[in-house]
């Protein structure tokens, strides 16, 4: 099955800088790679996501880079803000029925 | 986006009691749902996969005599916690895939936090 690794598991910046999250996985059939943002006690919500044929997606301040051929992809948030704090997982998938195998997420935190 | 509601929002029961977890699409047919279970600072865990008026594919690992899923229509699935002990205590979460959006969006439920006495 699918293995998903993603890095780092914190990640603390101040306000205005960039953060960039890794996900990496082992499913070369996956052709799907969504981004889920995630509050405390509420449902993640996708923020962006990208399919096979397409190598970067970008929304405003997110954007999305893929590496097939190394299997990863890549969250970037430019210019954070407070509201960016929150638990960001990668869920690589799009195969098997459909099916999202979500990343061990990563915790940033966006300081003023 | 579409709309995926779930109820109860949170159940408090005790142990050995059975609970129902109901996950509805509000404005699209769900033909696939997916019952996902996500413990305190940990990732969102797959348990099952339900396509509509089939049985469901449960993970490795989880019982599928414990956790039971039925998915009666598209835009109703159940997931019943039987027997619940305090290690089921978590936040049960569904999302449902179907005839709206990107073929590969799922769109989540609010989550339902189980708790076992």
């Known amino acids: 099955g699918e293995n998903v690794e993603q890095h780092p598991s914190t990640l603390s910046v101040q306000e205005g800088d960039s953060a960039v999250i890794k996900c990496t996985y082992s499913?070369?059939?996956?052709?799907?790679f969504p981004w889920y943002k995630q509050e405390l006690g509420k449902r993640p919500q996708l923020i962006i996501d990208?399919?096979?044929?397409?190598g970067e997606k970008k929304d405003q301040r997110i954007a999305v880079t893929l590496n097939k051929t190394a299997k990863h992809f890549s969250l970037h948030i430019t210019e954070t803000q407070p509201e960016d704090s929150a638990v960001y997982f990668c869920a690589p998938g799009g195969n098997q029925g459909g099916k999202l195998i979500f990343g061990q997420g990563t915790e940033l935190s966006v300081k003023p | 986006g579409a709309v995926v509601s779930q109820h109860p929002s949170w159940v408090i029961c005790k142990s050995g009691t059975s609970v129902k977890i109901e996950c509805r699409s509000l404005d699209f047919q769900a033909t696939t749902m997916f019952w996902y279970r996500q413990f305190p600072k940990q990732s969102l865990m797959l348990m099952a996969t339900?396509?509509?008026?089939?049985?469901?594919?449960?993970e490795q690992g989880v019982e599928k005599d414990k956790f039971l899923i039925n998915h009666a229509s598209l835009t109703l699935s159940t997931l019943t916690v039987t027997s619940a002990h305090p290690e089921d205590s978590s936040f049960y979460i569904c999302?449902?895939?179907?005839?709206?959006?990107?073929?590969?969006?799922?769109?989540f439920g609010p989550g339902t936090r189980l708790t076992v006495l």
């Open positions: 990208i399919r096979s044929n397409v």
């Open positions: 999302s449902a895939r179907g005839l709206r959006g990107a073929r590969d969006e799922q769109f």
């Open positions: 339900s396509n509509e008026g089939s049985k469901a594919t449960y």
């Open positions: 499913d070369s059939a996956s052709n799907y």
